[in-house]
T-cell receptor
Framework: ETGVTQTPRHLVMGMTNKKSLKCEQHLGHNAMYWYKQSAKKPLELMFV???????ENNSVPSRFSPECPNSSHLFLHLHTLQPEDSALYLC?????????????FGSGTRLTVV | AQTVTQSQPEMSVQEAETVTLSCTYD???????LFWYKQPPSRQMILVIRQEAYKQQNATENRFSVNFQKAAKSFSLKISDSQLGDTAMYFC??????????FGTGTSLTVIP
């Protein structure tokens, strides 16, 4: 058990669909993150939430909409995606003031947009 | 912005042998941290080892050790006595206090029986 759980593990969606990715952490961390992982590219930070407040949006297109209802849950709502959005989406959590100890990652959602 | 470079997209090593994965980084900060993460086929990123930049002593975790050359901005990972379970993608990352993580593009390591 990693402490960070992501669902679903795999998702195939059409470009006109609406779906949501879910992330849950039981580590008592106060910061949560969404990353996009594409082949042969560095991990791309998408969103940062500290104490449920969004503190960073890395110029992510509006077709990605995050939601953080509490410090343990993080969602990524998807709508009208493009094929180039196909990737592995990773959620991570950490201590905002102690991130020098690293983040804890989930196992990701493999998203395929058709 | 910081950059992290991993120049070896793929590597392989015989079981029980030693392998070194390279990483260089670029930062103007004095206080930062460096990490190696492992991503096996299960996809979960697992922290392997971390190094605090103000510490000169190289970090070691069992079979994993680093060669931290601060002046050269180099942070290589050495895996001794390689095991089949070490087969994974390995990502080097840097972090500044109050900032964010910067990851490299990864090195795919295959341990050959």
């Amino acid at each position: 058990e990693t402490g960070v759980t992501q669902t679903p593990r795999h998702l195939v969606m059409g470009m006109t669909n609406k779906k949501s990715l879910k992330c849950e952490q039981h580590l008592g961390h106060n910061a949560m993150y969404w990353y996009k992982q594409s082949a042969k590219k560095p991990l791309e930070l998408m969103f940062v939430y500290n104490f449920k407040e969004q503190t960073e949006n890395n110029s992510v297109p509006s077709r990605f909409s995050p939601e953080c209802p509490n410090s343990s849950h993080l969602f990524l709502h998807l709508h009208t995606l493009q094929p180039e959005d196909s990737a592995l989406y990773l959620c991570a959590s950490g201590e905002r003031t102690g991130a020098g100890y690293g983040y804890t990652f989930g196992s990701g959602t493999r998203l395929t947009v058709v | 912005a910081q950059t992290v470079t991993q120049s070896q997209p793929e590597m392989s090593v015989q079981e029980a042998e030693t392998v070194t994965l390279s990483c260089t980084y670029d930062t103007s900060e004095n206080n930062y941290y460096l990490f190696w993460y492992k991503q096996p086929p299960s996809r979960q990123m697992i922290l392997v080892i971390r190094q605090e930049a103000y510490k000169q002593q190289n970090a070691t975790e069992n079979r994993f050790s680093v060669n931290f050359q601060k002046a050269a901005k180099s942070f290589s990972l050495k895996i001794s006595d390689s095991q089949l379970g070490d087969t994974a993608m390995y990502f080097c990352a840097s972090y500044n206090t109050g900032n964010q993580f910067y990851f490299g593009t990864g090195t795919s390591l295959t341990v050959i029986p």
